[in-house]
């Protein structure tokens, strides 16, 4: 199963694997070595069929990801800096987007910077009423660099993304969910509660049909792909696997369905 390593606790619950990221001393922010840990604990999760969605959330009651560690590259280069955005991408932003089983954020607090950015990253959002999220990397002399500026944009709008990221202010969670950042707002308490009631509906529908899903969302979201007929090709690839033929067999027998991922 999932191990858990020096900064990621790992545990799987009714088919879903909970990751909790475990620096609360440093509110969680990612270091070079989280990345690594995120990236591997996600890349093995994907290889066992019988966990159906993740969840990612942060330690302690202050943070889900407050950032990146800033310490970290405080003195890289230009070139160290383009491969720190690269590598970030690759391992978790873009991975974690193109991700074969939805996961979902359990913003418990701060999502900052690349906090936000993972948060953004991933398929559905909920949010503890204390969460305070931004992008605050213009006070820093930088730009977000693990796709906020696009994930933002995308999510709630130009105009709104060009004033979160050139003012550097947090939203609370009402605005967030107002702006369509976050699907639901709960308590701090009902957070991971609120997470499991969207992977208990998750878990009965067909892994091979949400598997192409995520696929076919993001490609309306890829310039260099035609959403339409990338949805009009898995549509009908859909045809030939033993899930389409297990969810039709089930509907027209008035009996639930016995999906296989297959």
Request: net charge negative.
């Amino acid at each position: 199963m999932v191990a858990t390593s020096e900064y990621i606790l790992c545990e799987v619950s009714n088919g879903v694997l909970v990751i909790t990221i475990n620096r609360p001393d440093k509110l969680n922010s990612l270091n070079k070595q989280t990345i690594e840990e995120l990236h591997e604990a996600l890349r093995e999760a994907e290889h066992h069929n019988e966990i159906r969605a993740v969840i990612i959330t942060g330690a302690g009651q202050k943070a889900f990801v407050a950032g990146a560690d800033i310490a970290e590259f405080a003195d890289y280069s230009i070139e160290q800096g383009k491969q720190l955005s690269a590598t970030g991408h690759f391992k978790i932003f873009n991975f974690i987007e193109n991700y074969s089983k939805p996961v979902i954020a359990a913003v418990n607090g701060f999502a900052l910077g690349g906090g936000l950015e993972l948060a953004m990253a991933c398929h559905i959002r909920v949010m503890s009423d204390n969460a305070k999220v931004g992008l605050p990397e213009v006070s820093l002399g930088v730009i977000p660099g693990y796709g906020g500026t696009q994930r933002l944009a995308q999510l709630v709008g130009k105009g709104k993304a060009f004033e979160m990221i050139v003012t550097a202010d947090m939203i609370n969670a009402q605005d967030a969910l107002q702006w369509g950042l976050a699907n639901y707002v709960t308590t701090q308490v009902e957070l991971l509660n609120k997470c499991f009631d969207i992977t208990n509906k998750i878990s009965s529908k067909s892994p091979t049909a949400i598997k192409t899903a995520i696929k076919v969302i993001n490609a309306g979201y890829n310039s260099k792909v035609n959403g339409f007929e990338t949805e009009i090709e898995e549509f009908g690839k859909a045809f030939g696997t033993k899930d389409f033929k297990e969810g039709v067999s089930a509907f027209l027998e008035k009996r639930n369905a016995d999906f296989k991922g297959e």
